[in-house]
């Protein structure tokens, strides 16, 4: 038996074609997709631990899943693998060796969410899905006060 290792994947993906990134029975997600190219590439279906949960339609820009495998394939060849096997909403950024008790859900250490405002008369097909279209005038000094209900640390 080979020794395992285990990797850290960085990926991104355009949600809008998936029922968020966790495995559902009824319902195709994130993880599947990954763990289907995973499974193409290595010869056997790998278990993969997300850094989250997302919800149906969330895109993430940097989202980090663990996997440990008994491959020996170098992680530029991976991603190079994977990026070939995936759809094109969804990609492989980076992959890394990291220590056998590293798990992308319990050892990380934030969070950042955005939400996009496009504020113009006309829509943008670049923000379809990316950004909520509020064609009105925003009220900026009352944006910035509610704001700070969000700032801060939250669990």
Known sequence: MQDQRNL???IRYQGTNYHGFQVQKNALTVSQV???ALEAVLGRREDIKGCS???SGVHANMFCVSVRTQSR???QSLV???NVKLPHDIAV???RQVPLDFHARYDCKGKVYKYLIWNAQTRNPFYENRAYHYPWPLDVPMLNEQIKAFLGTHD
């Open 8 to 10: 850290l994947l960085t």
């Open 34 to 36: 990954l763990q289907d």
């Open 53 to 55: 949960r997302t919800d």
């Open 73 to 75: 394939i170098p992680c």
């Open 80 to 82: 190079r693998a994977l």
């Open 93 to 95: 950024t980076g992959c």
